[in-house]
């Protein structure tokens, strides 16, 4: 499958991979791939983040503080804390009690010092998604914008970072072309 990538897409997944070490995070994620695809320039799918407004009033600073709470909270969407609210469990009070016990940081797992990290079962799943949309919208290579995409389709913290700031799967594919016409996996 990787054959099939563009150079921008490849940038995406060695800058996810830098994230992760950076966090020293046990697994590349998918809010590492997200976070690589925020620092990218001059492709197909920074122009989508760009024209939806996400270079605008340091939005992607608030998509990588969102990613960085949802870590704080051992990943849990802000949709699962507020499930677990309805419920009486107070997710934000455990992780202030884990980290005054355990410092800051404590459930976000990282802990690896050195070694290749693997792609997690989300991470993988993006990628997956990706050649599905390149393929959906009879792209011969996957580029970042199937890899944007992707993530804005399947469900979890980068979807629920990017939703929030009006990124959303058909939101993307108007900007890419023009219509929303297939939809992504």
Known sequence: MFERF???ARDVVKGAVTHAEQERAQSVDAGHLLLSLLDRR????SFALGALGVDADGRREVIGRSLADARRRAGLSRADADALAGLGIDVD???ARVEQAHGVGALTGGRRLGGRRPFSREAKGVLESSLRSALAHHDRAIGDEHLLLALTARPGIAAEALAEHGVTTRSVERV???GGQAAAS
């Open 6 to 8: 563009t150079k921008g």
């Open 42 to 45: 001059g492709t197909r799918g």
């Open 176 to 178: 890419l072309y023009g």
């Open 93 to 95: 009070e455990i992780v």
